[in-house]
Structures are given as C-alpha cells and as structure tokens.
C-alpha cells in the first residue's frame, strides 16, 4: 500500500531499560491489527526482540524495525535499547526517525541513561511525546513520573491522558482531550467520582494550548470556550514547536491508554513533510555546500544508513531511511561517504525479523537491503549523478577492554574474521592487537555489551573465547641523576669486540618521553658509533629495566667513553650501551608508573555517598561535582587498573541507574606499597611464561 507523505509518521521509541518500550511496540501493532496478540518479554515472543541474546536476558540489545497502519496513516516504528552499553544504537535510529516517544516507567520515573538519549533527540530537533508506562504495576506513581520528566529534561508537559488509579487499582484512563473515560479499549463518560481530576487535567490542557497562539489565548481569556480543532491545533503547533511535551499514560501488557497513544501520535507529531518545516534535514553537495533536503519524491536521491546487521549466512543486512527521491530495488546506487558504487537486490520491510518485499521506498521510508558490498552504518546512498552527503553518524569511544584468546589452539584467524563482520554490525566495537602486550583487545560500552558480542560470535561463526582483564600498560621512570659505565669487552682468538661509554641520566617532566644527547668532544667515542649507543638505550628501555614495563621521561647523554680501532663496532656499543642505562637506572631511584583516566558518573542525588565512597575505595580524585536535573555528575581523576570493570560495580551500586564516560587523561606514580606487588606478579608471570 502506498502511503502519501503526509500520512507517514516515522517514530523512535527511546527510554531507559526495562520502560516498556518493547511491549508498547507490541501494543501498538496489536491495536493496529499488524500482529494477533501482544507478545510477552519474559517468554521471548515479542515483535522487535528476536535475537537469541535478548530472549535470554529478556532486555533490548538492538534496536529493531516494525510498521502498522493506524487511521489511514502509517507508522514506522523503531523500538529502541535503553540499557546503557546499547545506547549508541539508539543515537543513531534517531538520526532517521521524525519525532520520539519516550518511554517513562510510573515505577522509577527519568533513568540517567535517558538523558542521553533525550539530548540526541534535541540535537536532531525531534519533537516528541512522553508514554508513563506500567500504570498497573504496583508502586505505580503518575504524578512522581511526570515531575521526574519535567525536573530532569527542564521541559513543560501537557497530560492528555490521566490515570484512574495506580497497581492493583489502575481502572483505566481519563482523555482529557475527548474528556472521555477509557475502560479497557472501551470509551464512556467520566464518572462521577473522577469528574474533579478530569476537571483539574483539563484546565491545565486548556490553559497550555491557549499559550501557544495570541488569537487562542485571547479567546481563552474573554471567556469563550475552545473548539476541538482550537484544541488539536494549538496541541500540535506546542509539540511541533516544543513550547510543551504530550503526555500520556497506560499499561502496555493490559492495552489500557495505547489508541489514544496511537491518535496523539498521528495528531501531535510531524510527518516527514512537516518535519521538513519544523526541523530541515541538512547535507552537502558535489561542491561542499550545506543544502536543505526536502521530503519530494521527485527530488534527488537522499538515503541515509542508520544501521547494519550481520548474518554469516544472508549476508549484510543494511537498514535506510529515504529522505528524498525514490530507491527502487534492482538499481544501481552511489555511496557517496565511500566514493563506490552498489547493486540494489531486493528491498523489504521488517517487521520484527520477518522480511515483507517492496519493489519501491519513497520519502520517508524506513527499509532494509541484503549484500551491500562496501557500504557501512552513517553512509550516504544517492543517485552519482546528483551526489549528497549526510554528516557522518559519530559514536561514543569504547568504555571498557579485555584481553581475549580463542578456546582451541588455531582459532586466531576464525576469531579475528568473525570480529570484523561484527565489527560492521556495531560501531561502537573495536578490536586491536597490543602491540606492547601482544594481547588481542577486544573493547566496548561495557562488559555485558561485549559478553553480547562473544555469545553473537560463538552462535553466528562458530567460535569461542575466553575473556581476560587487559594487561595495565604500566611504564618507568627516574626520580634523580645518576651516571655509570657500560663497557663491553669479547676475546675469543681473531678479531673481538670492544665498546666503552658513559652516560649521565636525569628526569624529565611527565609526558616529556626520551631523549638522547651527543656530548661528546675529543672524539673519545667515533661519531660512527654514537647512534648504536644510542639504539641500545632504547632497546633496554623499550623492554624495562626495573619492573619489566617500558621506560620513559627521561633524558640520556652519553659524554665520554673509548674504543679500539679494530675491535670495536656498532654491536658492541649498542651493547655498552645497553649496559650502561641498566646501571644507571638502578642508581637513579627507579619507580612505576600507572595510567590514570578521567572519568565523569552521572548518577541519582541519593546514590552520591554511595558513589564518593567507591571512588575513594578506587585511589580516585574528585576533581568536581555538579547538577545536572536529577542527577549528579562527578568528575574525578581515577588509575586505570581500578576501572577495568567499573561498569558492573556502578550498576550494583545503582541499580543500572547511573552512567559514566572515561577517557585517558596522563601517567602517575604508583604508591610504593601497591607498586611491589606488580613487580612481584610480573616476576610471577615471567617465570611462568618461561
């Protein structure tokens, strides 16, 4: 069927885990007649969960595409992640939805998580409307939910729906819109007892909508009473322009509040020409200039990737939002990010993980393709003739990295090649070899995010791995001067080996590095023989001298030494060379260094004692708190080897509510005490490699 773009309604459901995203999903297909009963989290057979590791861990791990037709319109629903290692995948279903609805639990109110997420919405200038979910579970509180919005987002809201009752008493729903009382998906008028709440709730709805036009608020204000399309418009105009938030409320599982959910959506929230007005789509062209991408079937090809998934058997599956022009299947396109051209197959649907065929997807189609060879998530596909190009999808660095190694013996190749077509899937994975450590690296948002990615490995390619905290990249350095004699002399019968040098070592400011000094005069040592020195200073250092770690801020000048004219060679300075910083090290007080990060948490008001107390447990410090709505944001200066598995402690303190970032910020001194017992296990480790 097709659809005019003014009947298309392209909408991310966001929130934090466990906000009943998932199941409205189902709701909405199931009140749409999409689907023949609203699935179930826990028995893993909703729509847009299907992948093996989320029906395991009954959370939202990708996010996933579903459509239904409501009122002559169409929805174009993506059900978001809300756990905090998955947000970035969020991010990006934004950057090709038109508007948002935000997913609030009437049990926990605004999660820290959210937040992030409501700021990309704002970033891309989506409006959007607020769904308090979970009105039937016990400590249901609407009016705590909504405050938490308000404080937490800085916005007003507008309740268009009012809950009758809470838990075990949650009766149904009052539309402050229609003034009606929704039973079920039955309507009938307000009773008597819940009169003076619609009342309340429609006064408060009134007054909002008059706000929003200088002709309404004047007929507000003399008296007379709005119409319903004063009222639907001036609800719109407020959405649209965000003066104001839509609210609603509902139970999802017991399809209470959804319809009405469902017409907002359609009222209140831009199609894609609308969205073109209330916030333009930019790109550049063939000559670097910023132009305005409208919503015309008619106009050049704009297509932008928001996501891929990989599958060892169907190939790459690319996810596309049309924002102008017309992609018909079996076409050739242009990548313009990637400078290739590609071959269009078959064009679908999802629907979940079922596939429905398109033979065309015009302006503000959200779709998919198979076996795109060169082309990535964040790229742009267009016509080569009139190319275009979206600025580039950018997501958060990876949070936190292990070592992994293949269960069998052989595997390495297997690993690495299933890795990099995971690698396509998800770009907020990266993975490394340690050049240093020789470690593979494998690093993500956190430890479930990469235990997901290890169980995607093993049922998708056939692999295993075992996971290992990361090698700490600790490092050397001097505290004072100190000076000595490297001198190595061999006679074997025929020609040997001499070399003799003195070097003087000093410290140097932290993060300075290395650096090597010539004095020498009189030609004590030939200027042949000076980079060979030199080359065996680095070597030792390179390989550790006093705990086995690398060596660094520090200066070494070699100024005086002697040679034999026909024994001598660069070998044997590089050796003499090496023998001279070993000792000279050793009498320079030698001490380890650790790397140390800058992390900033944001977590709830009450969880900040638990908080402080845990970084000071971690060596960290706090270098600044500040508000941020509810929540506290604190900045502080933390070692590396105590944040390996930060993310799994912060969620236990709590409860998944709070978030952090971290980011390599400089090298410090490890306390002398702590410092022994690293030299001890690297000892330890040595031997047993040996």
């Known amino acids: 069927m097709s659809f005019d773009i003014g009947s298309i309604r392209n909408i991310a459901l966001i929130g934090g885990g466990r906000s009943g995203k998932t199941t409205l999903a189902d709701a909405m297909l199931f009140n749409a007649k999409a689907i023949d009963r609203i699935g179930k989290i826990d028995e893993g057979t909703t729509t847009t969960d299907y992948e093996p590791e989320e029906i395991g861990r009954t959370i939202s791990i990708s996010s996933a595409l579903a459509f239904c037709d409501w009122k002559g319109f169409r929805l174009n629903i993506i059900d978001t992640p809300g756990y905090i290692n998955f947000i970035e995948d969020s991010k990006a279903c934004l950057s090709v939805a038109d508007s948002a609805v935000v997913l609030v639990s009437a049990m926990t109110g605004v999660k820290a998580e959210t937040e992030q997420v409501w700021k990309a919405a704002d970033n891309y200038g989506l409006p959007r409307l607020v769904f308090v979910s979970k009105m039937d579970r016990e400590n249901a509180d609407f009016a705590k939910a909504v405050s938490s919005v308000e404080k937490s987002y800085g916005v007003s809201t507008v309740a268009l729906t009012v809950p009758a009752g809470s838990g075990a008493e949650f009766e149904g729903v009052i539309d402050a819109v229609n003034m009606k009382f929704i039973k079920g998906t039955a309507a009938s008028d307000i009773p008597d007892a819940l009169k003076p709440l619609a009342d309340e709730y429609r006064t408060k709805l009134i007054e909002k909508v008059a706000e929003t036009d200088d002709s309404l608020l004047e007929k507000y204000l003399e008296g007379e009473e709005l119409s319903s399309s004063d009222i639907n418009k001036g609800l719109k105009d407020g959405a649209l322009s965000r003066k104001f938030v839509p609210l609603l409320c509902g139970s999802s599982v017991s399809n209470i509040g959804i319809a009405q959910m469902l017409d907002s959506v359609l009222s209140c929230l831009p199609s894609p020409a609308e969205r ?58 242009y990548n313009t990010a990637r400078d290739v051209k590609e071959k269009l197959g078959n064009i679908f ?342």
Not at 313 to 322: C, E, P, Y
Not at 464 to 469: C, H, N
Not at 620 to 626: D, S
């Open 276 to 333: 073109d007005t209330v916030s333009p789509v930019k790109a550049k062209n063939a000559a670097g200039e910023d132009i305005i991408i409208k919503s015309d079937e008619n106009g050049p090809l704009a297509v932008r990737v928001f996501k891929t998934i990989a599958d060892p058997f169907a190939g790459k599956l690319t996810l596309f939002r049309v924002f102008s022009g017309s992609l018909k299947a079996d076409s050739n396109i």
């Open 349 to 690: 649907y999802l629907q979940g993980k079922a596939h429905h065929p398109a033979q065309k997807v015009g302006p503000g189609g959200i779709a998919a393709v198979a076996k795109l060879k060169g082309t990535l998530t964040g790229d742009t596909l267009c016509d080569a003739s009139k190319p275009v190009l979206f600025e580039p999808l950018r997501f958060s660095d990876p949070m936190i990295s292990y070592a992994i190694e293949p269960k069998s013996r052989g595997d390495e190749d297997k690993v690495s090649t299933g890795l990099q077509r995971l690698l396509e899937e998800d770009p907020t994975l990266k993975f490394t070899r340690d050049a240093e450590t020789k470690d593979m690296i494998l690093s993500g948002m956190g430890q479930v995010h990469l235990e997901v990615i290890l169980e995607k490995l093993k049922r998708k390619f056939g692999t295993e791995v075992i996971m290992k905290a990361p090698k700490i990249p600790y490092r050397e350095t001097i505290r004072a001067s100190a000076q000595s004699q490297g001198k190595y002399k061999k006679q074997s019968g025929g020609k040997g080996q001499f070399g003799d040098c003195w070097i003087r070592i000093e410290p140097l400011p932290r993060g300075t590095g290395f650096e090597f000094v010539n004095s020498i005069v009189g030609g004590a040592i030939p200027r042949s023989y000076i980079p060979a020195v030199e080359k065996g200073i680095i070597e030792a250092m390179s390989h550790g001298i006093y705990a086995g770690y690398p060596m660094v801020d520090l200066r070494a000048s070699v100024y005086d030494g002697s040679y034999h004219t026909v024994d001598s060679s660069e070998m044997a300075f590089k050796i003499a060379g090496s023998f001279a910083i070993k000792k000279a090290v050793s009498m320079a007080k030698p001490v380890l260094l650790e790397p140390i990060v800058r992390v900033e948490i944001t977590v709830p008001d009450e969880f900040m004692g638990s908080i402080m107390g845990d970084l000071n447990s971690r060596r960290g410090k706090v270098q600044g708190v500040e508000q941020s709505g509810d929540n506290q944001k604190v900045v502080a200066l933390v070692p590396m080897a105590e944040m390996l598995t930060y993310a799994n402690q912060l969620n236990a303190i709590t409860s998944s509510r709070g978030i952090y970032t971290m980011a390599a910020s400089h090298y410090e001194e490890v306390p002398a005490h702590i410092a022994q017992k690293i030299i001890d296990e690297r000892a330890k480790t040595g031997e047993e490699e040996e």
